[in-house]
């Protein structure tokens, strides 16, 4: 039945005449660059329409998480099976590879420290890209040592979330490193020669606070792709916090095409539900997103009325083949 979208609150839905003016500017910078078209992914964790994606989440820690993020508190681990060494790994891509499974994503909960350790599982990745598989991996804010192992197993891709305020990392990822840790882990991935894939979490801490300096802080490092992905408050937080307003979810995806008008740019699977959903992705296609997770009939309408070419992948976002 089609979703009708007309009395979505201000609050929610409202777009300013000046952001609505810099979202047609996004939009040509990325058309300019990229062509008129956008990509549509569905990960494996997730079905739409009854097809299930081709890049499930494994979790080496099973549904444990030290760190007890407040934004998750390890329920976003629950739904990945869990893999804790090599031998657990081996067994599902075993299975896996029979169903025509493209690639998997190495996750997990975190340490105290704030990384993934994935250590029990590396020796396994050798064997899966014997088998064809594409592996990303959630390293989280990896030491040196962790970047270096990922790239000696042979990981094609490393997802690692951006945070650009020291107050939202103590305060909602119970670290107190601060942005310098971020700034630590990003130079040990680039240093490793990892192909790395930076998540910025708009709306981590309830609102805006350090988004742009994510952004910015990105500037120092040669990336070649930006994901964006939105608090979901209803994972964890309840009616604590409720979605940041859509206007800020743009501005921020306005500004990130500003500062990196030749780098493809994607829209992660993580995004609130409901009517915010649809009415933001609406709007990231207007700004021209390069790619989007998880797709809805909404996106897929807009994307047509602005004679977009579509086409479909079953993995994450982030890939790149």
Not at 6 to 12: G, P
């Amino acid at each position: 039945m089609k979703k009708d979208l007309s009395k979505i609150s201000k609050e929610i839905g409202f777009i300013p005449d000046e952001l609505a003016e810099r979202v047609k500017s996004a939009a040509d910078i990325s058309w300019n660059n990229f062509g008129r078209k956008i990509t549509f992914y569905l990960p494996g964790m997730f079905t739409i329409y009854g097809k299930r994606g081709k890049y499930p989440a494994i979790s080496v820690t099973g549904g444990d998480c030290e760190l007890q993020c407040k934004h998750c508190l390890g329920k976003l681990l629950k739904p990945m099976p869990p893999a804790r060494n090599s031998e657990e790994l081996l067994a599902l891509a075993t299975k896996w590879k029979n169903e025509g499974i493209e690639g998997i994503l190495l996750s997990g909960g975190s340490t105290l420290e704030g990384y993934v350790p994935l250590y029990p599982i590396l020796p396994a990745v050798p064997k899966l890209k014997e088998m064809g598989f594409y592996i990303s991996a959630h390293t989280g804010f990896a030491t040196p040592e962790l970047a270096n192992a990922v790239k000696q197993a042979g990981v094609d891709q490393v997802l690692i979330d951006v945070v650009g305020d020291d107050d939202t990392m103590q305060n909602i990822l119970n670290l107190d490193g601060g942005v310098a840790l971020v700034e630590r882990s990003l130079d040990a991935l680039f240093d490793a020669g990892l192909y790395v894939a930076p998540h910025i979490i708009v709306g981590l801490d309830g609102k805006i606070k350090g988004e742009y300096n994510a952004l910015e802080l990105l500037k120092n490092y040669p990336i070649e792709i930006l994901e964006y992905v939105v608090l979901m408050p209803a994972v964890a937080m309840n009616n604590e916090v409720r979605p940041i307003p859509i206007q800020d979810a743009v501005d921020i995806l306005v500004e990130g095409r500003r500062m990196y008008p030749n780098i493809e740019q994607s829209l992660g699977c993580a995004r609130p539900r409901g009517n915010y959903r649809y009415i933001l992705e609406q709007w990231a296609i207007r700004a021209g997103i390069n790619r989007m997770a998880l797709w809805s009939d909404i996106a897929v309408e807009e994307a047509q009325k602005l004679r977009l070419d579509i086409s479909y992948k079953y993995t994450c976002c982030s890939v790149s083949t």
